[in-house]
């Protein structure tokens, strides 16, 4: 399974764009690119995911360089509800011949929006 | 509306005295899972389920137990809860999509074993 490395945390200001990027050196042709949103105390909420190049939805992009080791969560004009852990995950469904029933939830980027 | 509920929302037990934590999900779902949460640990798996009697150990497994007798039933037991099993429980389920899953939480069931 590829493993993530994400930044511990990041401090931003509202109205600011956020870049979070995550490094998975290791993944593998077949995975694609989650990330998930955390609030205090619920669960895991789906943000976004791609595979390469660049995917937007009405939340956030997800930008994939052609060599797939790392990926950019870029939130637009964060506001203080935007304060959460983001979770980069690499993988691919055990439905479509992924290894394990899971993607696995690292530590996470605790994104801190301050007014 | 499409949810995954969890009960109890909050459990506070004592070592040994048996319990289970209901998941049910009414999106159809064919994957479900349960992970726990621990401050600085960050997710872990502990039982996954890919279909009804389908299940399988995730990262944790040891000293839980599931079942998955229905599509939209995977309730966690605890035969013999210690204090080290005291976390942040969720319960998960998805659906195969055309990449990778997109797992839809419950709310989480907070358990305290004394």
């Known amino acids: 399974l590829a493993k993530t490395t994400q930044p511990i945390s990041m401090d931003s200001y509202e109205g600011q764009e956020v870049n979070i990027t995550c490094s998975h050196n290791?993944?593998?042709?077949?995975?694609?690119i989650t990330w998930y949103q955390q609030f205090p105390s619920q669960g895991p909420r789906f943000i976004i995911q791609?595979?390469?190049t660049k995917v937007t939805n009405e939340v956030a992009s997800l930008f994939i360089p052609a060599d797939r080791k790392s990926s950019t969560l870029s939130l637009p004009r964060v506001s203080l509800s935007d304060t959460a852990v983001y979770y980069c995950?690499?993988?691919?469904?055990?439905?479509?011949?992924?290894?394990?029933?899971?993607?696995?939830f690292g530590k996470g980027t605790k994104l801190s929006v301050k007014p | 509306e499409a949810q995954v509920t969890q009960n109890p929302r909050y459990l506070i037990t004592v070592t040994g005295k048996k319990l289970t934590v209901t998941c049910s999900q009414n999106?159809?779902?064919?994957?479900m899972s349960w992970y726990r949460q621990d401050p600085g640990l960050g997710l872990r798996q502990i039982y996954y389920?890919?279909?009804?009697?389908?299940?399988d150990k995730g990262d944790v497994p040891e000293g839980y137990k599931v079942s998955r007798k229905e599509k939209r039933n995977f309730p966690l037991i605890l035969e013999s809860p210690s204090p080290n099993q005291t976390s942040l429980y969720f319960c998960?389920?998805?659906?195969?999509?055309?990449?990778?899953?997109?797992?839809?939480f419950g709310p989480g069931t907070r358990l305290t074993v004394l």
């Open positions: 998960a389920s998805s659906s195969p999509g055309t990449s990778g899953d997109e797992q839809f």
């Open positions: 290791n993944i593998a042709t077949n995975d694609y």
């Open positions: 791609g595979y390469k």
């Open positions: 995950l690499v993988g691919v469904s055990v439905f479509y011949g992924g290894s394990q029933g899971n993607l696995i």
């Open positions: 999106m159809n779902h064919e994957y």
């Open positions: 389920s890919m279909n009804v009697e389908v299940t």
